[in-house]
């Protein structure tokens, strides 16, 4: 018998495209299918066929409903996968809204590529399509936490919540009497509805995250989002919140909720466009009413807070578009979070030239993306192949992380009931990748290593 190996074939080196793979004499199992975002090198390699034979994949393990951790499941799905797709039930039911957008939007790209000839590729055509889509989620076996479930006759697999969105959770993962435990993306504790990740179970390896491995977050300042929202208001313009769908959404209205109760911002038309959003924010709506495991205790001010909130929906695309001409004073949240597509992109067309605007980024803008072109000061961005001059003014606004930072990840991993005989650092750019590796050898004595991507490691 051989050992069982480890693959780290995506999130090495990079934020975005989440993806290992556990090969065993009998089975192969993948924890996370992500798509890469951000810059073009990255984004060429959703193209590449999947390393192994998809078909040969027993299961695919999802930690949780972002693009970046389930956004080629239709891909593997289109080149033959047709095993389980393991998941909370929460993630199952985000992960379904968040891959119909997706496939709407790859299709949408492609079609306007071609209308508007700007593509390098002819045609261009999409990653996957809403019948790939389609043929993706009956594969789901949602799967409570912290009970075993096999997924392969070698390989059993528990979900524990890790406090970062709705559904989100750390995969371990055992095969041969040897346990890999994945972080996925961990919380932080401070979310106003979720509890924080469970402790880490035993484990011999572990593959933690490090999107905020080199950071330490400031102590959250509601003021700067007041003030941008008043100056913005003050001057008579429109403030535009580019926000991830799925949970960020939840986040933004609930603090524009209490800013506007509180007087500290004027009471002025928010705007949730995103259909995404719309469906996302009924799914929390549904585990808040349900007295889910995973969300805070008393909640009953949370609840009466979505009660109140006096958002405006706009599912079509007419409505989004009499938006990027709004024509009073208002706040427009849109996605996506890193203004790589969706309906953010027309609105950034539009308000980006007019100095009376503002965009509040809300959370972790990769490189290569929009969002981080507009926090790194770019004068000019380029959206459906043509150049936008910006200049709205551009709010940071990190109160609004899910993410743990570097401290946060080094007492979770601390509170490992023994220590793992190595740490496998992911999911991070390089810089911060290796901070934390050394945040972790340094302060907890336990060998770390930031992998390569495609590197293999034996688990045995
Ligand atoms: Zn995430």
Known sequence: ???????????????????????????????????????????????????????????????????????????????????PVVCSPDTAELVEIVLRDSAHLQEEDARQANAGGYSKHHPALPLYDLADVERTLPLFAPTDYATAVDVAADVRVVLRPAGHILGSSTVLLETAGRRTLFSGDLGRGVHP??????????????????TYGDRTHPAPDPEILAAAVRRTIGRGGTVLVPAFAVDRTELVLLELHRLMEAGEVPRVPIYLDSPMALRALAVYRRALDSGSLQLRPDLDAVRAALDALRVTGVPDAAGSMRLNRPGEPCIIVSASGMATGGRVVHHLSHQLPDPRNSVVLTGYQAVGTRGRQLLDGAREVKMHGRY??????????????????AGEIVAWLGRAPEPPEVVYVVHGEPAGSEALARRIRDELGWRAVVPRLDERVRLD
């Open 1 to 83: 018998m051989s050992s069982p190996v480890l693959t780290f074939l995506g999130a090495a080196g990079a934020v975005t495209g989440s993806k290992f793979l556990v090969d065993t004499d009998t089975s192969r199992t993948l924890v996370d299918a992500g798509l890469y975002q951000g810059l073009a090198d990255l984004r060429r390699r959703n193209w590449t066929p999947f390393p192994v034979p998809a078909a040969e994949l027993d299961a695919v393990v999802v930690s949780h409903a972002h693009l970046d951790h389930c956004g080629m499941l239709p891909r593997l799905v289109k080149e033959g996968f047709s095993g």
């Open 388 to 405: 936008v001059p910006v200049r709205a003014e551009i709010v940071d606004v990190p109160f609004f992380s899910v993410h743990a930072d």
């Open 193 to 210: 509805i979720l509890r924080a990740p469970a402790d880490p179970p035993a484990a011999h390896a572990v593959v933690v995250e490090s």
